[in-house]
């Protein structure tokens, strides 16, 4: 039995536990054995050194577990894993049991039993916690060995430190997740894109798209098909560009879910380039949909606002008079001071020396003295277009509540028209105050005729009685019954002769304020049967008043109220002048105590749908009308709180009513 | 009864005032007046056979006085008339007179204006009458004559000869001296040409 022996080499002392198994075949050949045992040492030493570098630096320990003896021995490597000092000898397992955190523990020594019974290898991954509380992870690798009867008698094993990977792992994922939901979040997503086409989508991009995110890219046709019919084409080309100009883009268009939902996307990208070489484009979609409505919305706000500004010649503007900065114009406010707002902002200095000469030192005294003031201003004044065209605008400006000195708000207005149309007015106003003079004047003319017979009638009269007197007297003996008969006469006459005077007296008075009285309105209307009894006869009119005994009386101007009359009474004769006729003249008191009088003819009627336009200034079917008369008689009757209308009758001609307020009415 | 001699003026205003002074007036002078205040009422009364005239107020309410004027033309009623008006004017006073008013006068008139142009309406109205009371006389006698005698007569103021009147009514010479005699006879006239007179004052129709 001297043909070899076992001998272990030590091997408590080199790292890894690698078993050498040294034979000697002849204790003759010693010697040269042991320089050969020397230098193999020599290499041993060497390669367990790099073996232990090897180890620390990948972090990897590796262990025997020796099953029969149930001993297990470690690697440098692997106390250091375990936060331990590396030591010669077994380790006690018990105490690494208790360093395998607390939620793996069962596990590993579970897998570690299985390998034994029944498995060749076995994997664990698991945390240890380190004396000084340190948490890694490391990953466990086994192999068991078993004898020829298939008894395990050794397992062994490597553990990895892979507490950084790991951690890095995680905070990729970590991150990727957060892409992925900040993307969900923000609707948006990112994509790759190649020549073969799309080559990834991110899933936020699939939810952009509507689509579910496990589904693969889209081809091209895939996606025009996603897009909106009326951006199609336009998408098409943008696809055409991208491949052609490799040029960075950035656009919006839109597309339609699936659920028939459209959203408008935006869709940004880069070139993506390789030393030079294009390789296709990388970039994000995002949804952009709200966004976009917010914009059209505030779009349409503003273009309405700019209508509106538009239609009512009203700009509006902010500013700081002080130091001259606009903050605000719109483009109406340019508009107004006759430039072009597609030419861009115009310096408030420009805009000031607009004004007209002749406005802008009172402008200047006011407008200045209200922003020192710090007040809010209303000034109206003219300015020069650059056109020469002369524009009176009104401008309120507003102190802003930043209190900023100088700092307005406000709008300036065109009110050029409006003024022209209130001079215009005005001057409508006077003429028709002349023109009511001249229709006065007019009809006293043609009512002078009428009169003088009026008036000659009981003159002549009175003239041939006094004639007869004389020549009664005359006689022998005088016959004084007849001559005293002539002068009771003569008397009558004089009397009718003054009356008639009297009553038209208040006809003379032009330009008189009106001044109100308490007018009984059956008396105006005798006067006034009177007065038109000629012209009545003159065309065969009769004239009726139907005059109720409780027809109230009404404070008024007595020459207006004969005015309205006179006006009435007249058209009614003129519409009845080829034909003769009726003119009624009825007067009540309706329920509300109001003077109600009806004039009624039996003439030509009214034009055809035109019974309001009768009333209108300059409206005639006279020849020789002024077509102010029942205009005039419009104005008195509501200068009275009254009304006047014009119905047809219904057998023939026009009635023309008018009501006025009672006098107990008017005092209160 | 007023007498029969006593001319009558008709007065028609609508201004009472008026037509009172005017009859007044007339009536002071001792001419008979009687006024209406239209046309109508004075169309109602009885027409009279003494001398008249009428003084008549242009304006009027139904009818003025210058259609009236016609009117009265119309219904073969011939009367003077006088226009009075208050304001008349050039043309209106023209086609008054036209139409045979005897003046027309402007209120206020003077009193001797108005009765000289009545005085004048009576005397044209006397001549009327008288003209017309000597062609009622003359219609009398002729309705006296025989249908032959006013065939003579006829064919006499036309100027034929006996003979010839003879050979166109186909009797002797001789009878129709005998018609002859008789027609001058019964007409009163002295001589042919008193009888041409008669005969044109009863505007007879002569044969051709």
Same mark, same amino acid.
């Given at each position: 039995?001297?043909?070899?022996?076992?001998?272990?080499?030590?091997?408590?002392?080199?790292?890894?536990?690698?078993?050498?198994?040294?034979?000697?075949?002849?204790?003759?050949?010693?010697?040269?054995?042991? !320089?050969?045992?020397?230098?193999?040492?020599?290499?041993?030493?060497?390669?367990?050194?790099?073996?232990?570098?090897?180890?620390?630096?990948?972090?990897?320990? =590796?262990?025997?577990?020796?099953?029969?003896?149930?001993?297990?021995?470690?690697?440098?490597?692997?106390?250091?894993?375990?936060?331990?000092?590396?030591?010669?000898?077994?380790?006690?397992?018990?105490?690494?049991?208790?360093?395998?955190?607390?939620?793996?523990? !069962?596990?590993?020594?579970?897998?570690?039993?299985?390998?034994?019974?029944?498995?060749?290898?076995?994997?664990?991954?698991?945390?240890?916690?380190?004396?000084?509380?340190?948490?890694?992870?490391?990953?466990?690798?086994?192999?068991?060995?078993?004898?020829?009867?298939?008894?395990?008698y050794e397992m062994f094993g490597t553990v990895q430190d892979i507490t950084d990977r790991k951690r890095a792992e995680e905070a990729l994922k970590r991150s990727q997740l957060y892409l992925s939901e900040g993307q969900r979040l923000a609707h948006?997503?990112?994509?790759?894109?190649?020549?073969?086409?799309?080559?990834?989508? $991110?899933?936020?991009?699939?939810?952009?798209?509507?689509?579910?995110?496990?589904?693969?890219?889209?081809?091209?046709?895939?996606?025009?098909?996603?897009?909106?019919?009326?951006?199609?084409?336009?998408?098409?080309?943008?696809?055409?560009?991208?491949?052609?100009?490799?040029?960075?883009?950035?656009?919006?268009?839109?597309?339609?879910? $699936?659920?028939?939902?459209?959203?408008?996307?935006?869709?940004?990208?880069?070139?993506?380039?390789?030393?030079?070489?294009?390789?296709?484009?990388?970039?994000?979609?995002?949804?952009?949909?709200?966004?976009?409505?917010?914009?059209? !919305?505030?779009?349409?706000?503003?273009?309405?606002?700019?209508?509106?500004?538009?239609?009512?010649?009203?700009?509006?503007?902010?500013?700081?008079?002080?130091?001259?900065?606009?903050?605000?114009?719109?483009?109406?406010?340019?508009?107004?001071?006759?430039?072009?707002?597609?030419?861009?902002?115009?310096?408030?200095?420009?805009?000031?020396?607009?004004?007209?000469? !002749?406005?802008?030192?009172?402008?200047?005294?006011?407008?200045?003295?209200?922003?020192?003031?710090?007040?809010?201003?209303?000034?109206?004044?003219?300015?020069?277009?650059?056109?020469?065209?002369?524009?009176?605008l009104r401008s309120l400006g507003h102190h802003n509540p930043s209190h900023e000195i100088g700092e307005y708000i406000g709008i300036t207005m065109d009110i050029t028209e409006r003024k022209r149309a209130e001079e215009e007015r005005a001057r409508?106003?006077?003429?028709?105050?002349?023109?009511?003079?001249?229709?006065?004047?007019?009809?006293?003319?043609?009512?002078?005729?009428?009169?003088?017979?009026?008036?000659?009638?009981?003159?002549?009269?009175?003239?041939?009685?006094?004639?007869?007197?004389?020549?009664?007297?005359?006689?022998?003996?005088?016959?004084?019954?007849?001559?005293?008969?002539?002068?009771?006469?003569?008397?009558?006459?004089?009397?009718?002769?003054?009356?008639?005077?009297?009553?038209?007296?208040?006809?003379?008075?032009?330009?008189?304020?009106?001044?109100?009285?308490?007018?009984?309105?059956?008396?105006?209307?005798?006067?006034?049967?009177?007065?038109?009894?000629?012209?009545?006869?003159?065309?065969?009119?009769?004239?009726?008043?139907?005059?109720?005994?409780?027809?109230?009386?009404?404070?008024?101007?007595?020459?207006?109220?004969?005015?309205?009359?006179?006006?009435?009474?007249?058209?009614?004769?003129?519409?009845?002048?080829?034909?003769?006729?009726?003119?009624?003249?009825?007067?009540?008191?309706?329920?509300?105590?109001?003077?109600?009088?009806? *004039?009624?003819?039996?003439?030509?009627?009214?034009?055809?749908?035109?019974?309001?336009?009768?009333?209108?200034?300059? =409206?005639?079917?006279?020849?020789?009308?002024?077509?102010?008369?029942?205009? *005039?008689?419009?104005?008195?009757?509501? $200068?009275?709180?009254?009304?006047?209308?014009?119905?047809?009758?219904?057998?023939?001609?026009?009635?023309?009513?008018?009501?006025?307020?009672?006098?107990?009415?008017?005092?209160? | 009864?007023? &007498?029969?001699?006593?001319?009558?003026?008709?007065?028609?205003?609508?201004?009472?005032?008026?037509?009172?002074?005017?009859?007044?007036?007339?009536?002071?002078?001792?001419?008979?007046?009687?006024?209406?205040?239209?046309?109508?009422?004075?169309?109602?009364?009885?027409?009279?056979?003494?001398?008249?005239?009428?003084?008549?107020?242009?304006?009027?309410?139904?009818?003025?006085?210058?259609?009236?004027?016609?009117?009265?033309?119309?219904?073969?009623?011939?009367? &003077?008339?006088?226009?009075?008006?208050?304001?008349?004017?050039?043309?209106? #006073?023209?086609?008054?007179?036209?139409?045979?008013?005897?003046?027309?006068?402007?209120? &206020?008139?003077?009193?001797?204006?108005?009765?000289?142009?009545?005085?004048?309406?009576?005397?044209?109205?006397?001549?009327?009458?008288?003209?017309?009371?000597?062609?009622?006389?003359?219609?009398?006698?002729?309705?006296?004559?025989?249908?032959?005698?006013?065939?003579?007569?006829?064919?006499?103021?036309?100027?034929?000869?006996?003979?010839?009147?003879? #050979?166109?009514?186909?009797? #002797?010479?001789?009878?129709?001296?005998?018609?002859?005699?008789?027609?001058?006879?019964?007409?009163?006239?002295?001589?042919?040409?008193?009888?041409?007179?008669?005969?044109?004052?009863?505007?007879?129709?002569?044969?051709?």
């Open positions: 039995m001297v043909r070899g022996c076992l001998l272990s080499a030590g091997s408590s002392g080199l790292a890894g536990g690698t078993r050498i198994i040294i034979t000697a075949a002849d204790m003759t050949e010693r010697k040269r054995a042991d !320089e050969e045992r020397q230098a193999l040492s020599l290499k041993l030493e060497e390669s367990k050194a790099r073996l232990e570098e090897a180890q620390r630096v990948a972090h990897i320990g =590796h262990y025997e577990w020796n099953l029969i003896a149930n001993r297990v021995t470690w690697s440098d490597e692997l106390y250091r894993i375990y936060g331990l000092r590396p030591q010669e000898g077994p380790i006690d397992m018990a105490m690494v049991g208790e360093m395998i955190h607390r939620d793996d523990r !069962e596990r590993v020594f579970r897998a570690a039993e299985e390998a034994v019974r029944n498995a060749v290898h076995t994997e664990a991954e698991h945390r240890v916690v380190r004396p000084d509380g340190e948490v890694r992870i490391v990953q466990g690798l086994g192999t068991v060995k078993r004898d020829a009867t298939g008894r395990a948006m997503g990112s994509w790759a894109f190649n020549a073969a086409g799309f080559d990834y989508w $991110s899933s936020g991009l699939f939810q952009v798209h509507g689509l579910d995110p496990r589904g693969k890219p889209p081809t091209v046709e895939e996606y025009l098909d996603l897009v909106h019919p009326e951006d199609r084409d336009f998408m098409e080309r943008q696809v055409h560009k991208m491949s052609v100009e490799h040029r960075d883009f950035d656009f919006t268009k839109r597309i339609v879910r $699936s659920d028939g939902q459209i959203r408008h996307v935006r869709c940004a990208g880069v070139p993506l380039t390789d030393g030079g070489t294009f390789k296709g484009f990388i970039g994000t979609g995002i949804d952009v949909t709200e966004q976009e409505l917010l914009t059209q !919305e505030l779009r349409r706000e503003r273009a309405y606002l700019a209508e509106a500004q538009s239609l009512t010649h009203a700009g509006s503007w902010a500013c700081n008079f002080r130091t001259g900065e606009i903050f605000h114009l719109s483009d109406e406010a340019l508009r107004i001071y006759g430039f072009d707002p597609s030419q861009g902002p115009i310096p408030f200095e420009r805009l000031y020396k607009a004004t007209h000469p !002749e406005d802008e030192p009172a402008l200047r005294g006011k407008f200045y003295g209200a922003i020192q003031a710090r007040m809010d201003y209303d000034l109206e004044y003219r300015i020069v277009r650059p056109d020469g065209a002369i524009r009176t409508l106003r006077q003429l028709e105050a002349d023109l009511a003079h001249i229709n006065r004047v007019n009809m006293m003319g043609e009512l002078a005729t009428a009169l003088a017979h009026e008036i000659k009638q009981p003159i002549a009269a009175s003239i041939t009685s006094a004639n007869a007197l004389l020549r009664w007297l005359a006689h022998d003996p005088p016959d004084l019954e007849r001559a005293r008969a002539a002068a009771v006469r003569i008397e009558q006459d004089n009397n009718r002769a003054a009356d008639v005077i009297n009553s038209l007296r208040s006809f003379y008075r032009t330009g008189t304020p009106a001044e109100r009285e308490i007018v009984d309105v059956k008396e105006i209307v005798g006067e006034m049967t009177v007065l038109l009894r000629v012209e009545a006869d003159r065309h065969s009119v009769k004239i009726h008043p139907e005059l109720e005994a409780d027809t109230p009386k009404i404070l008024a101007n007595r020459v207006q109220l004969q005015q309205v009359f006179i006006n009435l009474m007249l058209n009614a004769i003129e519409a009845m002048k080829d034909t003769g006729g009726e003119l009624t003249i009825r007067s009540r008191r309706n329920t509300e105590g109001r003077l109600i009088v009806s *004039i009624i003819d039996t003439g030509v009627g009214l034009p055809a749908g035109r019974s309001e336009q009768i009333f209108d200034p300059f =409206h005639t079917t006279k020849p020789q009308g002024t077509g102010m008369g029942l205009t *005039i008689t419009r104005s008195i009757v509501e $200068s009275y709180g009254g009304r006047v209308w014009a119905t047809v009758n219904q057998d023939t001609g026009a009635t023309f009513h008018f009501t006025l307020p009672g006098e107990t009415e008017a005092h209160e | 009864m007023k &007498p029969a001699a006593v001319p009558t003026v008709f007065i028609i205003d609508d201004d009472r005032g008026m037509r009172q002074a005017v009859q007044d007036l007339v009536e002071s002078v001792g001419l008979g007046a009687e006024s209406f205040a239209t046309g109508q009422e004075f169309l109602n009364r009885q027409p009279t056979s003494d001398p008249s005239c009428l003084v008549l107020d242009v304006r009027l309410p139904q009818m003025s006085g210058l259609d009236f004027q016609r009117r009265l033309t119309e219904i073969g009623m011939q009367i &003077p008339i006088i226009f009075i008006t208050a304001h008349g004017d050039v043309p209106m #006073s023209v086609r008054a007179l036209k139409s045979g008013a005897v003046e027309f006068l402007t209120k &206020p008139f003077r009193d001797q204006d108005l009765l000289d142009a009545i005085q004048q309406a009576l005397q044209r109205d006397r001549a009327v009458r008288e003209q017309q009371a000597e062609v009622h006389e003359l219609h009398g006698r002729y309705q006296a004559l025989t249908a032959r005698e006013r065939e003579v007569m006829g064919l006499v103021v036309s100027g034929m000869l006996n003979k010839q009147i003879a #050979s166109e009514i186909g009797a #002797s010479e001789a009878t129709v001296k005998i018609h002859r005699g008789n027609v001058m006879q019964k007409m009163q006239a002295g001589s042919l040409i008193e009888l041409v007179r008669l005969a044109d004052k009863l505007k007879l129709v002569l044969p051709k």
